[in-house]
């Protein structure tokens, strides 16, 4: 099984290594990383990946995978990333994303009547792509597997290697990298936050939601 993960300047790190971490130990599976040309991609936070393959040379993918992070805003509107996204997720097996991925998943016109989830701060937006918006960690949607904000790209990834290699494999993979979460803080979710830090960082994110608005409704023309 072949396994394309896409990486692009400005991505969530996590949003990529946290499911590769699973992908690499799924056996029978081979991960290919993606990106536009085969430079050195530069996620948030400065921490800089190599590609194994660029967008036109990458062999037909089982499944295809997109995270998160600034960078969609202008992956959103790249013709030739959405072509590409296009043409591999039709004859993919699973076409996948963590975090804001699933907008460029939407603006490549794939999540057309599938319920699908991202980040919090954008779940508002996965409907102008025609998608049913759901608040759940990880949603399974047919062949559309998508997952929420940065940490749960493990949740997401362990719930394909349960389909793909099979449950026992699965939990094998999560013993493997000790996946036993327990954070210091109920703090990780709107619904569990403190009223104070989140209504803080929502009014921070004002701006960044408008514009991110503005992006989504254009890049919805593009193919929806």
């Not at 954070?183 to 514009?211: R, S």
Request: glycine share 8%; charged share 20%.
């Amino acid at each position: 099984m072949i396994i394309g993960m896409l990486i692009f300047d400005d991505m969530t790190q996590l949003d990529f290594t946290g499911p590769y971490e699973v992908f690499s130990k799924m056996p029978g599976c081979e991960v290919k990383i993606i990106a536009k040309t085969l430079q050195p991609v530069v996620a948030k936070g400065g921490l800089k990946f190599l590609p194994d393959f660029t967008i036109d040379d990458v062999p037909a993918l089982d499944l295809i995978f997109i995270p998160g992070g600034h960078g969609v805003s202008a992956l959103m509107k790249d013709r030739s990333v959405l072509e590409f996204i296009r043409t591999q997720a039709q004859q993919a097996k699973y076409v996948t994303s963590v975090c804001t991925g699933s907008l460029v998943l939407g603006a490549a016109g794939l999540l057309k009547g599938y319920r699908a989830t991202t980040h919090w701060t954008s779940i508002d937006l996965l409907p102008h792509f025609g998608a049913i918006a759901a608040r759940d960690r990880v949603v399974v949607d047919r062949n559309r597997i998508t997952g929420g904000g940065v940490t749960a790209g493990i949740d997401f990834a362990l719930a394909i290697a349960a389909q793909v290699v099979g449950e026992d494999a699965a939990k094998t993979i999560q013993l493997v990298i000790e996946y036993n979460p327990a954070p210091p803080f109920n703090c990780g979710h709107p619904d569990t936050a403190d009223v104070k830090i989140l209504e803080a960082l929502t009014q921070k994110l004002v701006p960044l939601q408008a514009t991110r608005l503005v992006e989504a409704k254009e890049a919805a023309k593009l193919y929806c």
